[in-house]
Nanobody, 122 residues
Framework: QVQLVESGGGLVQAGGSLRLSCGASGRTSSVYTMGWFRQAPGKEREFVATIKWNGGISRYADSVKGRFTISRDNAKNTVFLQMNSLKPEDTAVYYC???????????????WGQGTQVTVSS
């Protein structure tokens, strides 16, 4: 089992920045891919970014490319999501996820955090 705990959400004005953190514990040696997803009210959970735990190869949704950066600190078992130039449409609950495989879609991630709220005011 892998446990995930997100932190760093909050309220920010449009154009501002936030940095989300996701601490992993448990069988972290089995993790292959880490990801961030988000879910806005009334909408489905959507992909934001993923990163390979070893090698650091990352992918981004088109909507956040150039504004968000996913990174990881293997020694601290932590994944980060640096969010810059935030827009009101970025408002959502952000979830950290982990997979023991090369996952891309939410349905392929086995482990999930509880989520952290990000609200961007206009």
């Amino acid at each position: 089992q892998v446990q995930l705990v997100e932190s760093g959400g909050g309220l920010v004005q449009a154009g501002g920045s936030l940095r989300l953190s996701c601490g992993a514990s448990g069988r972290t040696s089995s993790v292959y891919t880490m990801g961030w997803f988000r879910q806005a009210p009334g909408k489905e959970r959507e992909f934001v970014a993923t990163i390979k735990w070893n090698g650091g190869i990352s992918r981004y949704a088109d909507s956040v490319k150039g504004r968000f950066t996913i990174s990881r600190d293997n020694a601290k078992n932590t994944v980060f999501l640096q969010m810059n130039s935030l827009k009101p449409e970025d408002t959502a609950v952000y979830y950290c996820a982990a997979s023991i495989g090369a996952a891309s879609y939410a349905r392929n991630f086995e482990y999930w955090g509880q989520g952290t709220q990000v609200t961007v005011s206009s």
